[in-house]
């Protein structure tokens, strides 16, 4: 969820409402708004700025939850030119690699109640057509990640079979190095507390095990490594905050359960959700042990509760040159194996895991990729009884599509079975400590 306060959190809850959108350019005093800031009401110290912001689109974010992929996130901010001041400060002045920061607020509220919707960083600026404004456009953090590593972290001389750089560990071990040492950035840069989280003890994740080792000698893509590497291979995905900070999220809910940030109603839905299903996949080949050429081997998985249904279905392949058997490999293959078939084999939501197609009033902004959603709504078809109406069922969101300047927002939200799930199991004799965990439930 994004961050909210109490007061804006009223603001937006109106139905009817005149939202104040503000970009600002780092490193740069002047902030470019939707209106007037003095004369909407806006209070405390304001900042310098310019009412010549157009409403923006917005920036999407999709996930791919098999794949372990995140789309990098693009956002255009028209800023209409007067006087040509706009042209005299980006002749003036290198803007590109400085961050851009889109909040909104609403008339009435505090200047520090705005709240942050994106954080991107520029990479192109250029006129419109007429040239009487300009596109500020701007990509999300993934962007910087594209680049290649080739230096040794720990020398600075290149990467190679005389010089490898061993990386092992959990996948959130693996993902930090990888992220603050190869890519170098800065420690801010990155959510590092979810991915702490991972390994956190009480979420049972992956603290049992640090299945990875990583023998780098070549150069490499940061953001390619990571999501076929580690991601992918691990059930996890990444997700770009409204702070503009790289995070990751698991495919398993949180061991507390999957506690909804937000209720979709048909009070806050514009349209009936779409209904659509992801592929059924019950049948996992894992390959590891990686001696530089081939995969030295190869385990195979399959759902036959699945297989008996629906047949042979789509193949999910996990390969990573860093999983060893000597470190856990085949168990880690065999949990990771598990919970694709517990989201996906079909068997538990005869088919397919749903997904919805939403699309929502601008009150629903705060929502975020990864979040946990419930939905609700009297005219939805209840795929797992066939009654007509369906009350607080559980989904992920995996995409998020604001239209600013329209007052919509749309989302795809997956459900994998999580609506009624127990937390997580633990025990310690007592039934009271919760030493570890070893699980969510029987198919989770």
């Known amino acids: 969820m994004i961050g909210t306060n109490t007061n804006w959190n009223t603001a937006n809850a109106q139905m009817g409402k005149w939202p104040i959108y503000v970009f600002a350019i780092g490193g740069q005093a002047t902030v470019y708004t939707t209106r007037d800031l003095a004369a909407a009401g806006i209070t405390g110290t304001l900042p310098a700025y310019h009412p010549w912001l157009l409403t923006p689109q917005g ?13 990098i996130g693009e956002m255009v901010l028209e800023v209409v030119d007067q006087l040509g001041v706009v042209r005299t ?9 400085q961050t851009a920061t889109l909040s909104v607020g609403y008339p009435g509220l505090a200047w520090s109640e705005f709240v942050v919707l994106h954080t991107y960083l520029l990479y192109k600026i250029t006129p419109t057509n007429g040239y009487t404004s300009w596109n500020f456009t701007a990509r999300d953090m993934q962007v910087g990640l594209t680049k290649s590593v080739y230096l040794h972290p720990e020398n600075g001389d290149l990467l190679s079979t005389d010089n490898p750089w061993y990386v092992g560990g959990t996948p959130g071990e693996v993902a930090l190095a990888v992220l603050l040492f190869g890519m170098e950035l800065a420690a801010t840069a990155v959510d590092q507390a979810a991915f702490a989280l991972l390994d956190s003890p009480v979420q049972g994740l992956h603290v049992a095990t640090r299945p990875f080792l990583f023998v780098l000698t070549e150069a490499f893509s940061g953001l390619q490594f990571l999501e076929a590497e580690v991601y992918r291979a691990s059930g996890l995905y990444p997700v770009i905050t409204p702070a503009g900070q790289i995070s990751v999220r698991s495919s ?17 839905m514009c349209i009936l959700p779409e209904f659509d299903r992801m592929p059924v996949i019950n049948e996992v080949i894992c390959r590891f042990d990686y001696d530089g050429s081939n995969y030295g081997r190869e385990m195979y998985f399959l759902n036959s509760d699945s297989l008996g249904t629906f047949g042979r ?22 949990w990771l194996a598990g919970r694709m078939f517990g989201r996906f084999a079909g068997t538990t939501l005869r088919g397919g895991a749903p997904t919805l197609q939403i ?21 939805m078809p209840d795929l797992m009884t066939g009654a007509l109406g369906v009350t607080n069922r559980v989904y992920e969101v995996i995409d998020r599509e604001p239209d600013y300047a329209n007052g919509r927002m749309k989302y795809s939200l997956l459900d994998t079975g999580l609506t009624g799930m127990p937390t997580a199991y633990q025990w310690d004799g007592s039934g009271v400590a919760r030493p570890f965990v070893i699980g969510t439930s029987l198919i989770y």
């Open 89 to 97: 400060l980006v002749g003036s002045t290198t803007l590109e690699g």
């Open 59 to 71: 920036a999407s974010q999709s996930i791919d939850v098999i794949n372990g992929k995140s789309t």
């Open 359 to 379: 699309e929502a009033f601008l009150m629903t902004l705060p929502v975020w990729v990864g979040d946990y959603v419930t939905v609700s709504h009297p005219l």
């Open 252 to 268: 398993r809910a949180p061991a507390a359960g999957a506690a909804a940030a937000f209720a979709f109603t048909a009070d806050n």
């Open 313 to 334: 279905t789509q193949q999910f392949v996990l390969e990573s040159k860093g999983l060893r058997t000597e470190l856990g490999a085949s168990g880690y293959s065999s």
